[in-house]
């Protein structure tokens, strides 16, 4: 059972420093406390669960990587660049 929710919008860019594949991803988190007081987070995107972009290892372009984690809207600025 869940004590406490808050949810909150937060958007990420990444690189692939293998391939140069770059992308750009909103996720909706919800933070939730049991009532044992257990905090977990929850990211979501497009309604489906999704794991934490923070732990993403797998570029979707090669599925190799490392992967790069950047400030939202540096990858899309740069692709009028790339045409």
Do not use: K, Q
């Not at 490392?66 to 009028?80: M, W």
């Amino acid at each position: 059972m869940e004590r406490d929710t808050e949810t909150v919008h937060e958007a990420y860019a990444f690189v692939c420093l293998h391939c140069g594949h770059g992308w750009e991803e909103e996720y909706e988190i919800r933070h939730t406390t049991d009532l044992a007081g257990h905090r977990r987070a929850d990211y979501f995107t497009r309604g489906v669960r999704v794991a934490s972009p923070l732990t993403r290892a797998d570029c979707p372009s090669c599925n190799l990587g490392p992967i790069r984690i950047l400030r939202p809207g540096r990858v899309n600025s740069t692709r009028p660049y790339l045409a």
